[in-house]
């Protein structure tokens, strides 16, 4: 069992940053693959960035793509999610995701309960 716990989250406004933490329970964080998804209001959940459980091969939606960037430091049993160039369109509700699976898939085993990013105009 991984427990998650992200946080990070906060009102910033366009143009500003963001780094987003993702901390794991247990010992097996190191063996699965991560990823951020977000959901806005009234909007279904969306894939935002992926990275294997080794900290390489890093993808991203388009939408992000230039401007996150994730990572994880294993030895903190830690993931991350760097934003930077907000815009109000990045505002959702994020979470991070772990599993056996890669990409974009949503069928990642663990999810955390998520933390509010909102981005002003």
């Known amino acids: 069992q991984v427990q998650l716990v992200e946080s990070g989250g906060g009102l910033v406004q366009a143009g500003g940053s963001l780094r987003l933490s993702c901390t794991a329970s247990?010992?097996?964080?190191?063996?699965?693959?991560m990823a951020w998804f977000r959901q806005a209001p009234g909007k279904e959940r969306e894939f935002v960035a992926a990275i294997n459980w080794i900290g390489l091969r890093p993808y991203y939606a388009d939408s992000v793509k230039g401007r996150f960037t994730i990572s994880r430091d294993n030895a903190k049993n830690t993931g991350y999610l760097q934003m930077n160039s907000l815009k109000p369109e990045d505002t959702a509700v994020y979470y991070c995701?772990?599993?056996?699976?890669?990409?974009?898939?949503?069928?990642?085993?663990?999810w955390g309960q998520g933390t509010q990013v909102t981005v002003s105009s």
């Open positions: 995701a772990v599993g056996r699976v890669a990409g974009d898939t949503e069928e990642y085993r663990y």
């Open positions: 247990g010992r097996t964080f190191i063996s699965y693959n």
